[in-house]
């Protein structure tokens, strides 16, 4: 679907669904998007057509900046505040629960939940370019979301030097050191082969075996959906207080190239 600053589009062609998604803001994904997707990643993920997801974002710049400080500065009550963060909960949720394997393209920086979405892959294919950053603390907040996902991913001396060093950013070397990424490319077209490659094998692989094995990456997070839930209610109620509310107001002048 297309929205007057963003779109979420998806296509299905020889067993391989495509999903993408853009906001012109560095793709910060405001809440009609972050919605759109989950439901664009649950309808497709019970299509019978579809073998295997790639999941990628339009530009040439940021994969995802995380959450749209526009609708983080106008969040005015904790209500809000939990449906908001719960945006980004519904998309990891998605993709934890959908039962075809998802590959990532990630092409350019990214951070706090659309580090998130990477962790959420079965398998994610960067370029050189892609550095990861949680920045959520720098804006008084946290990765609680996002948290279980990239914890999951590359454990919890990772997930911690991301979390507390919120204003540094780690290289791709560095994500695909601690298994955020599956492989980094030097430019663009070497890490769109390699994604190609990838579906094209699983497109013609047992959709069976791999649902099953979907199951097993996943194991132990059937309580996620009431965690993420939980989690959201915590950003919820911090952003509404002035430390963070000066923070992303100042944060925001400093946009992803």
Known sequence: MHYPDGFVRSE?????????????????LPGVILNDLAK????IGI??????II???AG????????SFDELIAISNEAEGKKFFSGFAQVINAMRKCHKLIICR?????VGGGVGIAASADYAIATEAAAVKLSELAVGIGPFVVG???????????????????????SAEWAKRHGLYAEIHKTVEEMDASVDALAARLANSNPEAMA?????FWHGTEHWDKLLSDRASITGRLVLGDFTRNAINAFKKKPVK
């Open 12 to 28: 299905i062609e020889h067993g391989i669904a495509t999903i993408e998604f853009f906001h012109p803001a560095s793709n910060s």
């Open 148 to 170: 279980p996902a990239v914890e999951r991913k590359i454990g919890v001396a990772g997930f911690s030097q991301l979390a507390i060093d919120a204003a540094s950013w780690r």
């Open 55 to 57: 999941l990628k974002s």
């Open 40 to 43: 664009t990643i649950n309808d």
């Open 212 to 216: 099953e094995l979907k199951k097993i």
């Open 106 to 110: 990630i092409h350019g920086k990214t």
């Open 47 to 52: 299509d019978n057509r579809v073998k295997v």
């Open 60 to 67: 040439d710049k940021a994969f995802c900046a995380g959450a």
